[in-house]
Structure formats: structure tokens, C-alpha cells
């Protein structure tokens, strides 16, 4: 029997990159707040710059409930799914702890594509299948969110467009922002200056990536070592602007908020009008009920889904919010597939570094060019980024040995002429919704508490194939242009779209009840205290990493909350 | 920070090595009581006879063992390989340790490749010629080397994964001597904070020659 809590106002079910956020809205307007995070607190002492130790899973320390309880997944419904690693982790700041850390606001024309294509291009140009629709916000509107989220945390970039005056030194496709960045610009590398005079020559716009990192003393934290182990790892000096080292700790300080941690919530529970009465969690073998006001659902895409479809009630039969049948649709996942990778013929001395000092190229991006002649939709972010560690280098040049020896006197001359001349590009492509790419409960695999984990029914489509293709081109252009021997990779990608670290939908935000869960603040449609925050409420990609348009959504629906909160608590 | 004689790569790796010594079933004073000067001398004298003592393999297991990742990794006209980065000390450390769970694969691997030599080649692996071992090695890697379980072309890719850890991770496992596998491909080196230099294309930046851990800043890892 689960011990019941004294109520509170608002729960926050996972305190990661999203529910970090909104934590310190919450706290600073003096409500109660409790924070409830599978994971535990980290240590700085954990995040040494060692490859061996994060290669063997031992990064990231602490209880990773991702790990028990999994992801299933397929490429479409004739198949069979199979079970595979959830690529998120579990601690107070959640993948935030450990991420690349790019933080960029989506495009304009990312919150309209529906309407913005249908405009310029024709109806007949929204790619078949696609369940898109325009977000109930424009960008102006999210701004100021994402305006508060960079000066919180401290985001490190040089805006290209400041109350639509364009500056050449930042990237002059973003949308119009208030004011400057907090911070300017991570530094660049050799390699990454190489990179700016190569797309100068192709006339292309370069400029440096926008990133959650300080490049320099900021809040009390110091700036960037550079060291080389920021992705996949914790930084050691706090300058990676997780809500870890950020909002979290500022919220516990402005207010009553309380860090519950290694607590694993199993269910939401309703009263008999419908509303959101309190969550069930376990911690240390024991069942909780905690009763609140308002419940913020902040855990991962596919956490948010599933404890929806699994908190079935009289009131919600088929899981919470989902009388409309929309919880788990309009799933998609980030197109980065399709790898584009170059050899120079020279060292890039691209040891050190992190993935978020990197060099972006917009000009093929979202409707930054003309799709007259073209047959998709959307487009791609071309970047390249510093960060190289010995064990990974050794093994990337493989590739390049064409089916060579793999040992021996020949593979290691060769690994010793070119273990610093690789590049592998990251490249971010516009994804759209599909009405047959979905989530939903696996009918047969159970994690160990016998709960259904997810299952990911999604593939691919040729709006996603077609923008590979031709981002690839761009790509190879790029990397020929700053002296590459060879480039591989055409872009392709096929069959499922599978686990990311980039997943969206699947409680998508949208004024219609019949095609969305959650209105334009963030709140269900159907049980009014209940918010959901994360990447399950975006119903579009753009090119470009989610983490900070996210952010921005959990701020204002946070903000929301407080404001509204004797309407939505009633 | 406390140096071992002959073991100037591995710092302050107490609680390991202790485990190790408990292991050989050797003594040492940890008492309380005993004066700093006096404990840490007895603690080096016992860890350096340590250091390069078999943990997991016997000694016949370990020739075995080297003569393979001498051939995985070579010394030759490009430097020291393998052997001389110590490799077989990572794995034969890692196998008491980390990889525990697959002793046994070695156990078992090593002795159908020695049997798999002598069949083929007429002697035990390491005494074979480098040109007859890279034969043997190359039957095993693609799998036409009979008497191992699962396919001996697996045995081969595990060998080859430790080695090249043993080579180029961090010289805290107990591999990677001398920084001989970083110096190989140019790595520079663990560091904690990088300057703006260390990141140009005009410079070969010069190697910090440190472990992760020989900042004090870091928890370790098992070995």
C-alpha cells in the first residue's frame, strides 16, 4: 500500500533539461514545488577526462531507470519490434548532464510549414502522409522564453539578427532576436577556421554555433576547458550549462522546492471529475502517493508518452489525456542519419575541443532557399565540430583503410598518418510527422516491474531521403572545398527512423483537441492540471538541436501555471 | 603524490592494488598507526614487486598473449607497439578486474590458438615466426581456425579491441606505457584545461604526458 504525501502544489515528474527549467518559475512565484528525478545528484569527481571508463558504461554513474525499462522499435507495422538502448540518462539535470550542448532557437518558418509551404509553394507540395501542422505559437512569441533561457543558463553565440537588423558575424537566417547573446561565441580552432575560409569561398554564410557553454566566467561558474570529454560526459569545471549547475540550484534557493531523487513515478492519478489528483512513485522499494495541485510530465519523449498510455483511468480509459486517441501520434525523430565524413590530406589537430565549438552553415536549412524547382521541403544544418579522443580515432580511420587490414605493421602506419586527418559532419535535417509513424505500448516486452515499455513504429519517408541526398552534396562541397582527399556518404537513410536523443511528438502542442494533446500553453486538452514539457509536445524539427526551444516552451508553460494558477487548480 | 619505482604512469592507485596484493596473497603495513614515511616505503616495496606481476593469466598464457598483440600492433620502422606499450599488462590487470567475466574466453581462446599453432604450424604460437603467427592470425581473424567456441574469428576481435585499449587508453589500466600508444597518433594528452594554442593547425601541440588522474580532480575507475 503506497504511503500517502502531505499535498503540495506542483509536482514536476523528472527534473532534466526541461523540467529544470521550469522548476525555477515555479519556486520563485512561492509556490511549493517537489521534483521528482530517477536519477541521483552527480559528482564532478565522476567526469574525468578518461575514454576507456566512459566506453565501458560506466558513464553515467548513479540509477539509470532508462536502462531497466528500454525502447522497443521498428520501422513500420508489418514488422516485429526490437528492443534496443535508451540513448537518455538519469540524474538531477538529466541528459543535460551530458550533452553536446548546442542550443539554438528553431527558425521562423520551423513554427509554420504547413502555411508557409502552402504559400509559397502549393498545397500539393506538404509531402504526402504528412500529419503536419502549424504550431499554435509563432517564433515572436516563444522569443522572450528563449530569450530567458540563454540568459539563465548562459548560452555562449553571436546573433546574426537583432530586431531584424542582420549581423554577418552571427547567422543572419535566425529570426529576429531582442538582444545579444549573454555571452559571445565559444573560440574557434584551426580546424574550425579552416572550415569558415572554405565556405567563404563557396559563398556561403559561416558563422560559430550557438552553445549551453560559457566562454568565459559567468554565474559563479568558470568557462570552457576545452579538454575534449564533453560529449557523453560531464563537465568537470560546470561550464556545460546543465540544469544541474543552473536553474536547479537557483530554484532551491528562491523558493520551496524539494529535489526528490531516485524516485521512479509508475502512474498519474486522477479523480473522479477528470483531474490530476497526485502521482504514484517507488523510492527505495517503498511506494509513494504524492497528492498536488498540478502535475508538470517532464521526463523524456518516450517516458511522457508511456506514462500517459500507462495511467488508465475511469475518466481516461485508453491513458491519461488520450480521449482523443492522439497520445504517442505525430512521433518523429530527428533525421541525422546519412553520415558525411572527409580525409584530409594533412593533421587537423582536432584533439580537445567539445562537439558545440563547432562551425554552422544555414543556407541550406529550412526555407532558407528555394524549393521551386526542388522536390522536398525543408532542408539541413551542415556542422563541424572539434572534440577527438584517442580510442575513437584509432578506430575511425577504418573506414578510410577500403576493406585493409585491421592489424599489423600496414594498418598501423596507416593509423598513424591519419588518426588526426578524419571528420565526421553532423547534419541536421528537417523531419516531418507521418500519420503511420507512431509510439504506443510493446504488446509484449515488459520492463522488471511488468509495465509495457515503448515501441517506436517509424520509418523514413522521401521528403526525409531527398533532403539527405541533397544535404550530402552540400556537405561533400563543403569538405572538398577545405582540401579534402576523399569524402564518403551520400546521405542516404533508409527503413526506421529509430531511438534518438532527438525525439519529437507524441503529446503535440496544437489548438485542435481532435489532432493534438496539449493546447498552446502546454497544458492537456482534457485534464487542465496537468502540463507536459519536453520535446513531446513539438510538432516540428527544424534543423537544428531541440534542447532550447524546449527550454523555452517549459519556461512559458511554467509560467503559465503560476500566472493562471486559480483558473487551472480551481 | 606518491611515484612507484618502474611505475611512474600508475599514480596513487591504492585501493587496486591492494586488491592485487590480497590477491598474490602478499602483507603489507596498512595498520593504523605507522608513521606515513614508513608506510608509504612499505607499500612501494611490496606494489613495485607487484607491477609487473601476472593477476589473472599463468605465465604460459601471458607468452601466448604477447606474442599475439605484438603482431596486433607491431613494433616496427613506426615506433614501439603493443608489447612495449604493455597491453598484455591492461588486459591480464582488466581480466581481475573490469573484464572479469571473460577470463575464461581467454583462458579457453588462448589455449585453442596454441593448440590451432601446433596443429597447423607444428609449435606453440609464440614460438612460431612472425610470418607463420600472422598466418595463424590471419586463419583465426576470418574464422577458419577450428577448436574455439563461437569462432575464432570473435577470439580475435576481442584481442583486438583489448589491445587497442591496452595501446590507447589511459595509462591508469595499466597499458599505455610511456604514453607510447598517444605518442603514436599524436594525441597530446590528458588535460583539464586546454589553451587556445593547443587548438591551432600550425602547431604540433607538445603532450601534457599525464593521466586523467594524475590531476587529483578524479574518482577511479576499476582497472
Redesign the interface.
Given at each position: 500500500m503506497a504511503t500517502a504525501l502531505k499535498k503540495t502544489n506542483v509536482v514536476i515528474i523528472g527534473l532534466g533539461a526541461a523540467g529544470g527549467i521550469a522548476c525555477l518559475p515555479i519556486a520563485q512565484s512561492g509556490l511549493e514545488v517537489i521534483g521528482l528525478e530517477a536519477g541521483s545528484w552527480l559528482?564532478?569527481?565522476?567526469?574525468?577526462?578518461?575514454?576507456?571508463?566512459l566506453?565501458?558504461g560506466?558513464w553515467p554513474p548513479g540509477p539509470q531507470k532508462t536502462k531497466l525499462e528500454g525502447i522497443t522499435a521498428r520501422a513500420n507495422a508489418s514488422q516485429t519490434a526490437i528492443r534496443l538502448n535508451h540513448p537518455m540518462m538519469n540524474a538531477v539535470g538529466g541528459t543535460s548532464v551530458h550533452y553536446w550542448a548546442q542550443s539554438w532557437r528553431l527558425n521562423p518558418w520551423d513554427f509554420k510549414v504547413r502555411s508557409e509551404t502552402m504559400r509559397r509553394y502549393g498545397a500539393s507540395r506538404i509531402p504526402k502522409g504528412s500529419t503536419i501542422e502549424d504550431w499554435p505559437i509563432t517564433y515572436e512569441e516563444l522569443e522572450p522564453y528563449y530569450d530567458k533561457v540563454e540568459y539563465e543558463i548562459g548560452v555562449s553565440g553571436k546573433a546574426g539578427n537583432i530586431g531584424g537588423k542582420k549581423d554577418e558575424r552571427g547567422n543572419v537566417f535566425e529570426g529576429s532576436r531582442k538582444r545579444e547573446y549573454p555571452l559571445s561565441p565559444l573560440?574557434t580552432?584551426?580546424?574550425m577556421?579552416?572550415m569558415i575560409a572554405a565556405g567563404k569561398s563557396l559563398g556561403w554564410h559561416t558563422f560559430v554555433a550557438p552553445a549551453a557553454i560559457t566562454s568565459r566566467p559567468y554565474n559563479g561558474r568558470p568557462g570552457c576547458?576545452?579538454?575534449?570529454y564533453c560529449s557523453g560526459a560531464g563537465c568537470?569545471?560546470s561550464a556545460k550549462s546543465s540544469t544541474a549547475v543552473t536553474t536547479i540550484p537557483k530554484a532551491m534557493k528562491a523558493g520551496k522546492f524539494t529535489v526528490v531523487t531516485e524516485a521512479r513515478v509508475t502512474t498519474i492519478e486522477v479523480d473522479n471529475n477528470g483531474r490530476i489528483a497526485g502521482v504514484n512513485y517507488l523510492k527505495g522499494g517503498q511506494e509513494y502517493f504524492q497528492p498536488a495541485d498540478a502535475v508538470l510530465v517532464a521526463s523524456y519523449a518516450y517516458e511522457n508518452v508511456r506514462l500517459l498510455l500507462l495511467s488508465k483511468s475511469k475518466a481516461y480509459p485508453n491513458g491519461l489525456s488520450n480521449n482523443h486517441g492522439q497520445v504517442g501520434k505525430h512521433y518523429f525523430s530527428h533525421n541525422q542519419g546519412g553520415a558525411v565524413s572527409a580525409l584530409f590530406p594533412?593533421?587537423?589537430?582536432n584533439?580537445?575541443?567539445t562537439p558545440a565549438q563547432g562551425i554552422a552553415i544555414d543556407n541550406w536549412a529550412d526555407d532558407n532557399f528555394d524549393h521551386s524547382v526542388l522536390d522536398f521541403i525543408g532542408g539541413g544544418n551542415l556542422y563541424v565540430y572539434?572534440e577527438r579522443?584517442?580510442?575513437a580515432?584509432?578506430?575511425g580511420v577504418q573506414t578510410w583503410m577500403q576493406g585493409g587490414p585491421?592489424?599489423?605493421?600496414k594498418w598501423?602506419?596507416f593509423?598513424?598518418e591519419n588518426?588526426?586527418r578524419w571528420n565526421v559532419a553532423y547534419l541536421q535535417k528537417t523531419t516531418l510527422p507521418y500519420e503511420d509513424n507512431y509510439l504506443d505500448l510493446d504488446p509484449v516486452v515488459k520492463d522488471p516491474l511488468g509495465f509495457p515499455v515503448i515501441r517506436i513504429t517509424a520509418e523514413y519517408k522521401d521528403n526525409e531521403r531527398k533532403i539527405g541526398t541533397f544535404i550530402a552534396e552540400k556537405m561533400r562541397q563543403w569538405y572538398m572545398a577545405a582540401g579534402a582527399a576523399r569524402v564518403n556518404g551520400d546521405g542516404n537513410v533508409a527503413g526506421g527512423m529509430f531511438a534518438s536523443t532527438h525525439a519529437y511528438g507524441g503529446t503535440r502542442m496544437g489548438d485542435n483537441p481532435e489532432t493534438n494533446v496539449v493546447d498552446r500553453w502546454g497544458f492537456s486538452h482534457e485534464a487542465p492540471n496537468l502540463g507536459i514539457l519536453g520535446g513531446s509536445v513539438m510538432g516540428t524539427s527544424g534543423a537544428r538541436n531541440p534542447t532550447e526551444t524546449l527550454q523555452a516552451l517549459a519556461w512559458r508553460t511554467a509560467e503559465h501555471l503560476v500566472q493562471g494558477w486559480k483558473n487551472i487548480v480551481k | 603524490m606518491l611515484r612507484l619505482p618502474g611505475e611512474d604512469h600508475m599514480i596513487n592507485d591504492c585501493l587496486t592494488r591492494r586488491q592485487m596484493l590480497q590477491r598474490l596473497g602478499l602483507m603489507i603495513g596498512l595498520a593504523g598507526g605507522l608513521r606515513l614515511p614508513a608506510r608509504s616505503s612499505a607499500r612501494a616495496q611490496g606494489l613495485g614487486a607487484v607491477g609487473n606481476a601476472l593477476v589473472s593469466l599463468t605465465p604460459a598464457e601471458a607468452e601466448t598473449l604477447r606474442a599475439i598483440i605484438a603482431r596486433i600492433i607491431p613494433a616496427d620502422e613506426n615506433g614501439p607497439g603493443a608489447l612495449e606499450a604493455r597491453a598484455d599488462r591492461f588486459i591480464d590487470r582488466a581480466l581481475a578486474g573490469a573484464l572479469k567475466n571473460q577470463r575464461s574466453t581467454y583462458v579457453a581462446g588462448l589455449a585453442a590458438l596454441d593448440a590451432y599453432a601446433q596443429s597447423a604450424k607444428g609449435s606453440t604460437f609464440a614460438k612460431l615466426p612472425a610470418s607463420d603467427q600472422d598466418f595463424i592470425l590471419t586463419e583465426i581473424q576470418f574464422n577458419r581456425a577450428a577448436g574455439f567456441d563461437g569462432g575464432s574469428g570473435q577470439f580475435f576481435n576481442l584481442v583486438r579491441t583489448h589491445t587497442i585499449q591496452g595501446t590507447f587508453s589511459d595509462p591508469f589500466y595499466g597499458g599505455n606505457e610511456n604514453f607510447i600508444g598517444w605518442d603514436l597518433i599524436g594525441y597530446p594528452g590528458a588535460r583539464v584545461v586546454v589553451s587556445p594554442n593547443l587548438q591551432r593547425m600550425d602547431i604540433k601541440p607538445e603532450s601534457s604526458r599525464k593521466s586523467a588522474y594524475d590531476y587529483g580532480m578524479f574518482n577511479k575507475g576499476e582497472v
Amino acid at each position: 500500500m503506497a504511503t500517502a504525501l502531505k499535498k503540495t502544489n506542483v509536482v514536476i515528474i523528472g527534473l532534466g533539461a526541461a523540467g529544470g527549467i521550469a522548476c525555477l518559475p515555479i519556486a520563485q512565484s512561492g509556490l511549493e514545488v517537489i521534483g521528482l528525478e530517477a536519477g541521483s545528484w552527480l559528482d564532478t569527481k565522476d567526469m574525468a577526462p578518461d575514454e576507456l571508463k566512459l566506453n565501458r558504461g560506466l558513464w553515467p554513474p548513479g540509477p539509470q531507470k532508462t536502462k531497466l525499462e528500454g525502447i522497443t522499435a521498428r520501422a513500420n507495422a508489418s514488422q516485429t519490434a526490437i528492443r534496443l538502448n535508451h540513448p537518455m540518462m538519469n540524474a538531477v539535470g538529466g541528459t543535460s548532464v551530458h550533452y553536446w550542448a548546442q542550443s539554438w532557437r528553431l527558425n521562423p518558418w520551423d513554427f509554420k510549414v504547413r502555411s508557409e509551404t502552402m504559400r509559397r509553394y502549393g498545397a500539393s507540395r506538404i509531402p504526402k502522409g504528412s500529419t503536419i501542422e502549424d504550431w499554435p505559437i509563432t517564433y515572436e512569441e516563444l522569443e522572450p522564453y528563449y530569450d530567458k533561457v540563454e540568459y539563465e543558463i548562459g548560452v555562449s553565440g553571436k546573433a546574426g539578427n537583432i530586431g531584424g537588423k542582420k549581423d554577418e558575424r552571427g547567422n543572419v537566417f535566425e529570426g529576429s532576436r531582442k538582444r545579444e547573446y549573454p555571452l559571445s561565441p565559444l573560440r574557434t580552432s584551426g580546424f574550425m577556421e579552416r572550415m569558415i575560409a572554405a565556405g567563404k569561398s563557396l559563398g556561403w554564410h559561416t558563422f560559430v554555433a550557438p552553445a549551453a557553454i560559457t566562454s568565459r566566467p559567468y554565474n559563479g561558474r568558470p568557462g570552457c576547458a576545452y579538454h575534449g570529454y564533453c560529449s557523453g560526459a560531464g563537465c568537470h569545471v560546470s561550464a556545460k550549462s546543465s540544469t544541474a549547475v543552473t536553474t536547479i540550484p537557483k530554484a532551491m534557493k528562491a523558493g520551496k522546492f524539494t529535489v526528490v531523487t531516485e524516485a521512479r513515478v509508475t502512474t498519474i492519478e486522477v479523480d473522479n471529475n477528470g483531474r490530476i489528483a497526485g502521482v504514484n512513485y517507488l523510492k527505495g522499494g517503498q511506494e509513494y502517493f504524492q497528492p498536488a495541485d498540478a502535475v508538470l510530465v517532464a521526463s523524456y519523449a518516450y517516458e511522457n508518452v508511456r506514462l500517459l498510455l500507462l495511467s488508465k483511468s475511469k475518466a481516461y480509459p485508453n491513458g491519461l489525456s488520450n480521449n482523443h486517441g492522439q497520445v504517442g501520434k505525430h512521433y518523429f525523430s530527428h533525421n541525422q542519419g546519412g553520415a558525411v565524413s572527409a580525409l584530409f590530406p594533412f593533421n587537423l589537430n582536432n584533439w580537445y575541443g567539445t562537439p558545440a565549438q563547432g562551425i554552422a552553415i544555414d543556407n541550406w536549412a529550412d526555407d532558407n532557399f528555394d524549393h521551386s524547382v526542388l522536390d522536398f521541403i525543408g532542408g539541413g544544418n551542415l556542422y563541424v565540430y572539434t572534440e577527438r579522443r584517442p580510442m575513437a580515432a584509432v578506430n575511425g580511420v577504418q573506414t578510410w583503410m577500403q576493406g585493409g587490414p585491421n592489424w599489423g605493421s600496414k594498418w598501423k602506419a596507416f593509423v598513424k598518418e591519419n588518426a588526426d586527418r578524419w571528420n565526421v559532419a553532423y547534419l541536421q535535417k528537417t523531419t516531418l510527422p507521418y500519420e503511420d509513424n507512431y509510439l504506443d505500448l510493446d504488446p509484449v516486452v515488459k520492463d522488471p516491474l511488468g509495465f509495457p515499455v515503448i515501441r517506436i513504429t517509424a520509418e523514413y519517408k522521401d521528403n526525409e531521403r531527398k533532403i539527405g541526398t541533397f544535404i550530402a552534396e552540400k556537405m561533400r562541397q563543403w569538405y572538398m572545398a577545405a582540401g579534402a582527399a576523399r569524402v564518403n556518404g551520400d546521405g542516404n537513410v533508409a527503413g526506421g527512423m529509430f531511438a534518438s536523443t532527438h525525439a519529437y511528438g507524441g503529446t503535440r502542442m496544437g489548438d485542435n483537441p481532435e489532432t493534438n494533446v496539449v493546447d498552446r500553453w502546454g497544458f492537456s486538452h482534457e485534464a487542465p492540471n496537468l502540463g507536459i514539457l519536453g520535446g513531446s509536445v513539438m510538432g516540428t524539427s527544424g534543423a537544428r538541436n531541440p534542447t532550447e526551444t524546449l527550454q523555452a516552451l517549459a519556461w512559458r508553460t511554467a509560467e503559465h501555471l503560476v500566472q493562471g494558477w486559480k483558473n487551472i487548480v480551481k | 603524490m606518491l611515484r612507484l619505482p618502474g611505475e611512474d604512469h600508475m599514480i596513487n592507485d591504492c585501493l587496486t592494488r591492494r586488491q592485487m596484493l590480497q590477491r598474490l596473497g602478499l602483507m603489507i603495513g596498512l595498520a593504523g598507526g605507522l608513521r606515513l614515511p614508513a608506510r608509504s616505503s612499505a607499500r612501494a616495496q611490496g606494489l613495485g614487486a607487484v607491477g609487473n606481476a601476472l593477476v589473472s593469466l599463468t605465465p604460459a598464457e601471458a607468452e601466448t598473449l604477447r606474442a599475439i598483440i605484438a603482431r596486433i600492433i607491431p613494433a616496427d620502422e613506426n615506433g614501439p607497439g603493443a608489447l612495449e606499450a604493455r597491453a598484455d599488462r591492461f588486459i591480464d590487470r582488466a581480466l581481475a578486474g573490469a573484464l572479469k567475466n571473460q577470463r575464461s574466453t581467454y583462458v579457453a581462446g588462448l589455449a585453442a590458438l596454441d593448440a590451432y599453432a601446433q596443429s597447423a604450424k607444428g609449435s606453440t604460437f609464440a614460438k612460431l615466426p612472425a610470418s607463420d603467427q600472422d598466418f595463424i592470425l590471419t586463419e583465426i581473424q576470418f574464422n577458419r581456425a577450428a577448436g574455439f567456441d563461437g569462432g575464432s574469428g570473435q577470439f580475435f576481435n576481442l584481442v583486438r579491441t583489448h589491445t587497442i585499449q591496452g595501446t590507447f587508453s589511459d595509462p591508469f589500466y595499466g597499458g599505455n606505457e610511456n604514453f607510447i600508444g598517444w605518442d603514436l597518433i599524436g594525441y597530446p594528452g590528458a588535460r583539464v584545461v586546454v589553451s587556445p594554442n593547443l587548438q591551432r593547425m600550425d602547431i604540433k601541440p607538445e603532450s601534457s604526458r599525464k593521466s586523467a588522474y594524475d590531476y587529483g580532480m578524479f574518482n577511479k575507475g576499476e582497472v
